[in-house]
Structures are given as structure tokens and as C-alpha cells.
């Protein structure tokens, strides 16, 4: 089984940016499509964004459209996650995922998971 891991994650100031990683050591994930997901204290893990396998199409939760950036590099087995203007309701545990179902937009569609890396955004 894959096993996916997040680094990253850290406590920024509202306005600020971040960059989350995912990778698989020692497996290669370039023929799934993969997402981010979140999920903050006492909420239900929800979408973030979606790549498909080559990284030609992206999807992004309308909280998050324009402020975040779902990419991979296919040659390095990563994915990433460029997030700006982060605001104090981003704060979450941030979880990346590989080979969704028949729909990405729901976290238990998808057959691998990390462990998840904390993003504080502080007011």
C-alpha cells in the first residue's frame, strides 16, 4: 500500500503563504490522479483540490479558488500545494490522497492517504 507523506505545515500570519509537499518514498503515484483534503477541529474532512495525472486539469473548493494551487512533478513522485492569502479558517490538518473513485470530491473515495500536516493561520 502506498503510503503517503505531507511536510510543509507550519503557523503563518493571515496574509501569508505556504507550501505543502506530498510524496510517496519509494513508489511512484504518476498514474493516479490525486487531492488535497482538510479537515479543522470538530468539521468533517473536506475538498480542497484535485489533479489528474498529468497535472493538465486541476478542480479547487470555491473557499480556496484563486488563493490555492494544486501541482506535481510527475519526475520527483511529488505534489504540491501553493497556498496564498491564507486567511484563520484555513487553519487545519491538510491531507493529501491518491487514486480517487469515481468522485474526487469526496475524501473516502480515494484508496491512499497521508498522515496530514497542521496549517495554523493566525489573525
Known amino acids: 500500500q502506498v503510503q503517503l507523506v505531507e511536510s510543509g505545515g507550519g503557523l503563518v500570519q493571515a496574509g501569508g503563504s505556504l507550501r505543502l509537499s506530498c510524496e510517496a518514498p519509494?513508489?511512484?503515484?504518476?498514474?493516479?490522479?490525486m487531492g488535497w483534503f482538510r479537515q479543522a477541529p470538530d468539521k468533517e474532512r473536506e475538498f480542497v483540490a484535485h489533479?489528474?495525472?498529468?497535472?493538465?486539469?486541476?478542480n479547487y473548493a470555491d473557499s480556496v479558488k484563486g488563493r490555492f494551487t494544486i501541482s506535481r512533478d510527475n519526475a520527483k513522485n511529488s505534489m504540491y500545494l501553493q497556498m496564498n492569502s491564507l486567511k484563520p479558517e484555513d487553519t487545519a490538518v491538510y491531507f493529501c490522497?491518491?487514486?480517487?473513485?469515481?468522485?474526487?470530491?469526496?475524501?473516502?473515495?480515494?484508496?491512499?492517504w497521508g498522515q496530514g500536516t497542521q496549517v495554523t493561520v493566525s489573525s
Open positions: 490522497a491518491a487514486k480517487p473513485g469515481s468522485n474526487y470530491r469526496v475524501f473516502n473515495n480515494y484508496e491512499y
Open positions: 489533479i489528474n495525472w498529468s497535472g493538465g486539469r486541476t
Open positions: 519509494g513508489r511512484t503515484f504518476s498514474s493516479y490522479a
